[in-house]
């Protein structure tokens, strides 16, 4: 079994061949198609976009309190 | 190395800011060479293809404006890019820009992971349902702060 709801079984076995045999609620599988198209179309969008929006937004994060404390900027 | 970028045009980065992404991102199977940027624009930065000049995203670290984020990515994909802790990774989320920039989204449900040393990525899909593929950056922001 894999979590509750997907199982695995052998199918058969034909010398060094095993055929396996997945069992998941369509739900399981769709849900993942869904959330993969999702994204997929989703960086399509952002690869779309011209380079001129981006400075559009300057200043909009500067303020009193400034952006919350995030993780360090040295990428190593 | 010279490379050439979408948002900068003709510009110089180091061998550190090369970023290999073995499966390519989701839409985006064939591109496997990137070069990191930071943007103009903090707290920006850019993945700029290597392969399609015209191809480049805007991306955001998630702890920016939400700091309770974490990926939830299947270990196993983890293991993929040699990432044994937190601590092996960096985190970005890829931003979408539209006309109304004020209104630009983060896509957490698909952050892309890369392993700091090897400089190895890839695009997971995280398992924790509170991640979207758009969330309002502006209006998480707000509330991030409110809250802190």
Same mark, same amino acid.
């Given at each position: ?22 069992? *998941? ?12 198209? *999702? ?6 969008? *952002? #690869? *779309? ?26 990428? #190593? | ?32 060479? =990137? ?5 103009? @624009? ?8 290597? @392969?399609?000049?015209?191809?480049? =995203? ?5 702890? =920016?404006?939400?700091?309770?984020? %974490? ?10 890019? +040699? ?12 931003? %979408? ?11 957490? @449900? +698909?952050?892309?992971?890369?392993? !700091?040393?090897?400089?190895? +990525? !890839? @695009? ?9 593929? !758009? ?14």
């Amino acid at each position: 079994m894999i979590g509750d709801q997907v199982e695995i079984s052998i199918v058969d076995i034909k010398g060094d061949q095993v055929k396996l045999g997945i069992n *998941a609620p369509s739900q399981v599988k769709v849900y993942r198609r869904e959330v993969y198209t *999702a994204i997929q179309e989703e960086n399509r969008a *952002a #690869a *779309a976009a011209s380079p001129e929006r981006l400075p559009q937004i300057e200043g909009l994060f500067d303020g009193p309190s400034g952006p919350p404390e995030g993780p360090k900027k040295e990428k #190593a | 190395m010279k490379v050439r970028t979408k948002p900068y045009g003709e510009m110089e980065i180091s061998d550190r800011q090369k970023i290999s992404f073995p499966r390519g991102i989701f839409g985006f199977e064939e591109l496997r060479e =990137f070069a990191l940027l930071d943007a103009r @624009q903090a707290p920006f930065y850019w993945l700029q293809s290597l @392969q399609r000049v015209e191809i480049a =995203f805007v991306l955001i670290e998630p702890h =920016f404006f939400r700091p309770d984020y %974490t990926p939830d990515v299947e270990p196993a994909e983890l293991q993929e890019i +040699g990432i044994d802790s937190p601590d092996d990774m960096l985190v970005f989320a890829i931003v %979408t820009i539209p006309e109304d920039s004020s209104r630009m989204t983060a896509n957490l @449900q +698909g952050p892309l992971l890369i392993n !700091r040393r090897s400089r190895v +990525g !890839r @695009q997971s899909i995280s398992a924790n349902p509170r991640w979207a593929v !758009r969330h309002i950056i502006l209006e998480e922001l707000a509330l991030a702060k409110r809250g802190a």
